[in-house]
């Protein structure tokens, strides 16, 4: 499991109880919204880094630390998920308040929405569709984009809209 702190480290807390820090404010900077990725191989999350005032990005490690790697080279870059796959990282650039996603390995993004996102991302079982809370003409709408034909989205209008989670079959 991994756990993002209140001093915006991570850690990875194993199965005996015990703890590992994975990242450092000092050495790296501080990171949240940590997301396991390629079947538990790396972690990724947003990290603003040391001695930066803004520019947050999108950043990867190995699980168990090491290996730090920058995926978004964005001004504020928040929420990453990965898919399924494991090939793919998909986030919330604020900067223009649209979904995007990159390469897992890096490369250049692509933004995948033109509908307002103001929350996190997340990514059907199979890696087809992404979900997320989005705004447009006053309303709040849950949008449904298929990532390999963004332009056609579906748009559901809800009342509240926060947070998306996919979630398994409902049993009785």
């Not at 978004?72 to 995007?100: E, K």
Request: glycine share 10%.
């Amino acid at each position: 499991m991994i756990l993002e702190d209140q001093q915006s480290t991570l850690s990875l807390f194993h199965d005996t109880g015990n703890q590992t820090p994975l990242t450092s404010t000092q050495q790296e900077g501080s990171a949240v919204q940590p997301s396991a990725c390629a079947k538990g191989r790396y972690v990724v999350f947003s990290m603003l880094p040391r001695g930066e005032a803004t520019n947050n990005r999108i950043w990867r490690m190995d699980a168990g630390g090491g290996n730090l790697r920058r995926i978004t080279d964005g001004q504020s870059d928040h929420y990453p998920v990965c898919s399924p796959d494991g090939q793919w990282v998909y986030y919330l650039d604020r900067t223009t308040a649209r979904l995007t996603s990159a390469p897992l390995d890096g490369g250049k993004p692509e933004r995948l929405s033109e509908r307002p996102d103001y929350g996190a991302v997340a990514i059907s079982p199979d890696g087809k569709l992404a979900a997320f809370a989005a705004t447009g003409n006053g309303k709040k709408e849950l949008a449904l984009v298929p990532v390999d034909s963004p332009r056609n989205a579906k748009l559901v209008e809800f009342q509240r809209t926060s947070a998306v989670v996919w979630g398994g079959p409902l049993h009785a």
